[in-house]
């Protein structure tokens, strides 16, 4: 009888110890599911976030690229990239902006023609080799030997140097000729890069622009100013 006794108690607590195991193990599934539901939230708002953050960054490119193909394809006022005095009247005649096209060298003799191809090259982010060839046309004229010196220097770190603000695009064997040339500056120490830079811009820019809208819009300007 005693142990039948026994046998009752602890089968009375076993009962009573099973639910609350249950109810604790219970309540840890509760606990988890609700972190795994919360992790996926973030997750899910993390994505949604970074997707929209890309949707507004798609449209403005596009919208760069729109006003950038805007600017590349009209040229309805082109006293606005006249060099010096942007008010000032236009005056060129048809003639003279026809015989940009007969060679490179007399678009780079016209300051009109200059200022036209500078306007063509920003719109294909590339200005830095004409500047980078005029730069060059100016440091020749240069007569004082300091200032060749300093002048030299400045012209490498803003053009030729690796990671320069306006790197033009030569290669590692001109940097470096024309990076011992400047040691020893003369009127020619950059006459390789200004030729490498040169001929990119003869082979490549210069049949885009007489192609271009800015350079046709120009020529009917004059045509228009004409009749």
Excluded at 23 to 47: E, I, N, W, Y
Excluded at 63 to 82: E, P, V, W
Excluded at 102 to 109: N, Y
Excluded at 170 to 196: H, L, M, Y
Aim: aromatic share 8%; with cysteine.
């Amino acid at each position: 009888m005693y142990q039948e006794a026994t046998d009752s108690v602890v089968q009375q607590g076993l009962s009573e110890t099973c639910p609350s195991s249950t109810s604790q193990t219970q309540a840890a599934t509760a606990v988890r599911t609700t972190k795994r539901q919360s992790l996926c939230d973030h997750t899910l708002g993390k994505d949604l976030q970074s997707t929209r953050t890309g949707q507004r960054q798609n449209r403005g490119m596009r919208t760069r690229l729109g006003c950038l193909s805007h600017k590349s394809d009209s040229c309805s006022d082109f006293t606005a990239i006249l060099p010096d005095k942007p008010n000032r009247a236009l005056k060129l005649s048809t003639e003279e902006a026809t015989r940009w096209a007969d060679s490179f060298d007399v678009l780079l003799s016209h300051k009109y023609g200059v200022a036209a191809f500078r306007a063509f090259l920003k719109t294909e982010f590339s200005e830095e080799n004409l500047e980078f060839w005029l730069a060059c046309e100016e440091f020749k004229k240069t007569r004082s030997t300091t200032k060749l010196a300093s002048k030299a220097q400045r012209i490498f770190e803003e053009f030729i140097d690796v990671q320069a603000p306006r790197e033009v695009n030569i290669d590692f064997q001109t940097r470096e000729v024309t990076r011992r040339n400047i040691q020893e500056p003369s009127p020619s120490c950059f006459d390789q890069a200004q030729g490498k830079i040169y001929s990119l811009m003869e082979k490549d820019s210069y049949p885009r622009f007489l192609r271009s809208k800015i350079y046709t819009d120009l020529l009917s300007q004059t045509q228009r100013r004409l009749s």
